[in-house]
């Protein structure tokens, strides 16, 4: 990773400086890899850029439909009630940039780009009321950031002379899989002059992985099996503690 | 030494697994029963999915049972055509059940069905089981009590297709048996347990049963069923978590020898009394997370699927 790290800079130091708006980043893996041990998960991002400017770094999980609900107390028992489906909602999602956004540019520019926590798009069927859908929204914000899944914006990044700057992408063990987008955008004067997109698996691997897809491609088979080892762990330890 | 689970995708102590499964199987040695009315929601509350708990813990009773059902067979303890009776009953109702728990999951109610089912079934089975031994405890100062019968013919003896059970010595409808098979069968896919703490009891009081054939016939029952349930999660739901499933048998399976043995030290009537409170005490705790206001009305579901 050094070595990469060192390549940029070289690469930099050498290479004239035919456009202004120069951005390059790259990560300390290429995958993260689900597998027996796993309990949670943190990459670096690490990148240069030439000149002064904004670095604005996103990474968005596979979309999928989410579905929010909310109880509601009958007869003295709590039980889920309305509910409300988002379509195509990132399952994960982070931002990270050099400064607080509304610093770095317009909302109008953010909204553009679906930059921020509060501006990922989120579109329903629902026929409930704008204030209802919104309280749903806020909800299902709410109930990510408290599983880790989306994080509130921070502007923890760090340019080093203008130059060099790293962040780091925490994913937590209940991490969904998927493909992950990481973009990193640069700013300047509150406008985007360059953005680079780097796709991110989140996969299981090994054991893991082979267990989970036999279980959804062979399911009756993994089913069988199941039963089988249940079966034979049974009666082994009966066999076992009668010799005992 | 966390360990991730495949099925249930969160990460756990695989140390505390087996203590659960330890626990567990050392109560279910004590008092002959399969503990599955006590690890799902155990599982539950260490943050294991409740349908992944649920589909997991009927693929462990297998395991659990089928020692036991193997051992009361070679003693003759098993009478095989009740059993058949009960399991058709079970696979029409573990059937029925892991439909309905499909139709649940997908309405967004499954964890709330489950909750209530716990809090119904162990709150009935639980004052039963202390009742019934305080007055055993009871009767045994006072002998001059009259005694009870062991039990009594009502209506249910007029239903038809009587059928004669030679090992239990009963000569009842068919429709008895298969009805209790097809209740511990929905309750099998629901809550992930056995069901002996239902069918025992209904066997005893219901059926007229002698004890002696009880325990192997429902266990008997029980390692198929389970299997079956198992089998139909896996396909429908695939929340069957082998990995998870392992690790409490493994702990389950020790923990009942060890169970076994104190068991038999111990008077009938305070095991009974001591499991009833153990049932009950679950019992309060499930229905808490029902009434508790939770830190959130809004919660995220699962699939979405449209």
Request: aromatic letters at 10%.
């Given at each position: 990773?050094a070595?990469?790290?060192l390549?940029i800079l070289?690469?930099?130091a050498?290479?004239p400086?035919a456009h202004?708006?120069?951005?390059?980043?790259?990560l300390?893996?290429?995958?993260?890899a689900?597998s027996t041990?796993?309990?949670?998960a943190?990459?670096?991002?690490?990148?240069?850029t030439e000149g002064y400017g904004?670095i604005?770094?996103?990474?968005v999980g596979p979309?999928?439909?989410?579905?929010?609900r909310?109880?509601q107390?009958v007869?003295?028992?709590?039980?889920?009630?309305?509910?409300?489906t988002?379509?195509e909602?990132?399952?994960?999602?982070r931002?990270?940039a050099?400064?607080?956004?509304?610093?770095i540019a317009?909302?109008?520019?953010?909204?553009k780009l679906?930059?921020?926590?509060?501006?990922?798009e989120?579109?329903t069927h629902?026929?409930?009321?704008p204030?209802?859908?919104l309280?749903?929204r806020?909800?299902l914000i709410?109930?990510?950031k408290s599983?880790?899944?989306y994080?509130?914006?921070?502007?923890?990044i760090?340019?080093?002379r203008?130059?060099?700057?790293r962040?780091t992408i925490?994913?937590?063990?209940?991490?969904?899989?998927?493909e992950?987008?990481v973009t990193?955008?640069?700013?300047?004067n509150g406008?985007p002059v360059?953005?680079q997109k780097t796709?991110?698996p989140v996969r299981?691997v090994?054991?893991e992985?082979?267990?989970?897809?036999f279980?959804?491609?062979?399911?009756?088979w993994?089913?069988?099996?199941?039963?089988?080892?249940?079966l034979?762990?049974g009666?082994l330890?009966g066999v076992?503690f009668?010799?005992a | 030494?966390q360990i991730?689970?495949p099925?249930?995708?969160?990460s756990?102590?695989a140390?505390?697994l087996?203590?659960?499964g330890?626990?567990?199987g050392?109560?279910?040695?004590?008092?002959g029963?399969?503990g599955?009315?006590?690890m799902?929601?155990?599982?539950?509350f260490?943050?294991?999915?409740p349908?992944?708990?649920?589909?997991?813990?009927a693929?462990q009773?297998v395991?659990?049972?089928v020692?036991?059902a193997l051992?009361?067979?070679?003693?003759?303890?098993?009478?095989?055509?009740?059993?058949?009776?009960l399991?058709i009953g079970?696979?029409i109702?573990?059937?029925?059940g892991?439909?309905?728990?499909?139709?649940?999951?997908?309405i967004g109610?499954?964890?709330f069905?489950i909750?209530?089912s716990y809090?119904?079934f162990l709150?009935i089975?639980?004052t039963?089981?202390?009742?019934?031994s305080?007055?055993?405890?009871?009767?045994?100062r006072?002998?001059?009590?009259?005694?009870?019968k062991l039990?009594?013919h009502n209506?249910?003896?007029?239903?038809?297709?009587?059928?004669?059970f030679r090992?239990?010595?009963l000569y009842?409808?068919?429709?008895l048996?298969?009805?209790?098979?097809i209740?511990?069968?929905?309750l099998?896919?629901i809550?992930?347990v056995?069901?002996?703490f239902?069918?025992v009891?209904?066997?005893?009081?219901?059926l007229?049963?002698?004890?002696s054939v009880?325990v192997?016939t429902s266990l008997?029952?029980i390692?198929?069923?389970?299997a079956?349930?198992?089998f139909l999660?896996?396909v429908n739901?695939q929340?069957?978590?082998i990995v998870?499933a392992l690790?409490?048998?493994v702990?389950?399976?020790?923990?009942a020898?060890?169970g076994a043995r104190?068991?038999?030290?111990l008077?009938?009537?305070e095991?009974?009394v001591?499991l009833g409170?153990i049932v009950?005490?679950v019992?309060?705790?499930?229905?808490w997370?029902l009434?508790?206001t939770?830190?959130?009305v809004y919660?995220l579901?699962?699939g979405?699927?449209?």
């Amino acid at each position: 990773m050094a070595a990469r790290f060192l390549f940029i800079l070289v690469v930099f130091a050498i290479a004239p400086p035919a456009h202004a708006q120069r951005l390059a980043a790259d990560l300390s893996s290429k995958e993260v890899a689900i597998s027996t041990g796993f309990s949670g998960a943190e990459l670096l991002l690490f990148g240069a850029t030439e000149g002064y400017g904004d670095i604005v770094v996103t990474v968005v999980g596979p979309l999928r439909n989410e579905v929010v609900r909310r109880k509601q107390r009958v007869a003295g028992i709590w039980v889920n009630g309305a509910s409300v489906t988002f379509y195509e909602a990132p399952a994960y999602y982070r931002i990270a940039a050099t400064r607080p956004l509304k610093e770095i540019a317009p909302p109008g520019v953010l909204e553009k780009l679906q930059i921020g926590v509060d501006r990922i798009e989120l579109s329903t069927h629902s026929k409930r009321s704008p204030a209802e859908i919104l309280a749903f929204r806020k909800a299902l914000i709410r109930n990510k950031k408290s599983a880790q899944l989306y994080s509130e914006d921070v502007s923890d990044i760090r340019l080093v002379r203008d130059l060099l700057f790293r962040s780091t992408i925490p994913f937590p063990a209940t991490v969904p899989i998927g493909e992950y987008q990481v973009t990193v955008y640069l700013f300047k004067n509150g406008k985007p002059v360059s953005s680079q997109k780097t796709p991110l698996p989140v996969r299981k691997v090994g054991m893991e992985a082979q267990i989970y897809n036999f279980a959804h491609q062979h399911a009756a088979w993994y089913g069988a099996i199941a039963i089988l080892i249940a079966l034979v762990a049974g009666w082994l330890a009966g066999v076992i503690f009668r010799r005992a | 030494m966390q360990i991730y689970l495949p099925i249930a995708e969160i990460s756990l102590d695989a140390l505390v697994l087996l203590g659960l499964g330890g626990m567990v199987g050392f109560l279910s040695g004590m008092f002959g029963v399969g503990g599955g009315f006590l690890m799902t929601p155990l599982l539950i509350f260490i943050g294991v999915p409740p349908a992944v708990a649920v589909g997991t813990e009927a693929n462990q009773v297998v395991a659990a049972s089928v020692s036991g059902a193997l051992a009361h067979w070679r003693r003759g303890n098993v009478d095989v055509r009740m059993g058949v009776v009960l399991l058709i009953g079970g696979f029409i109702g573990s059937t029925l059940g892991v439909w309905l728990f499909t139709f649940l999951r997908g309405i967004g109610q499954i964890d709330f069905v489950i909750s209530v089912s716990y809090v119904l079934f162990l709150g009935i089975i639980g004052t039963l089981m202390v009742v019934e031994s305080v007055r055993a405890w009871f009767r045994s100062r006072n002998p001059s009590a009259p005694r009870r019968k062991l039990h009594y013919h009502n209506w249910l003896h007029g239903l038809p297709f009587k059928m004669r059970f030679r090992r239990s010595k009963l000569y009842i409808s068919a429709l008895l048996p298969l009805g209790v098979g097809i209740l511990v069968g929905i309750l099998a896919a629901i809550m992930g347990v056995g069901g002996g703490f239902v069918m025992v009891p209904a066997m005893i009081y219901l059926l007229g049963m002698p004890t002696s054939v009880v325990v192997g016939t429902s266990l008997f029952q029980i390692v198929f069923v389970t299997a079956n349930v198992t089998f139909l999660q896996s396909v429908n739901n695939q929340t069957v978590d082998i990995v998870l499933a392992l690790l409490l048998v493994v702990g389950s399976v020790i923990g009942a020898q060890l169970g076994a043995r104190v068991g038999t030290k111990l008077r009938g009537e305070e095991v009974r009394v001591a499991l009833g409170l153990i049932v009950l005490a679950v019992c309060a705790r499930v229905a808490w997370t029902l009434v508790a206001t939770p830190d959130d009305v809004y919660s995220l579901g699962i699939g979405g699927r449209h």
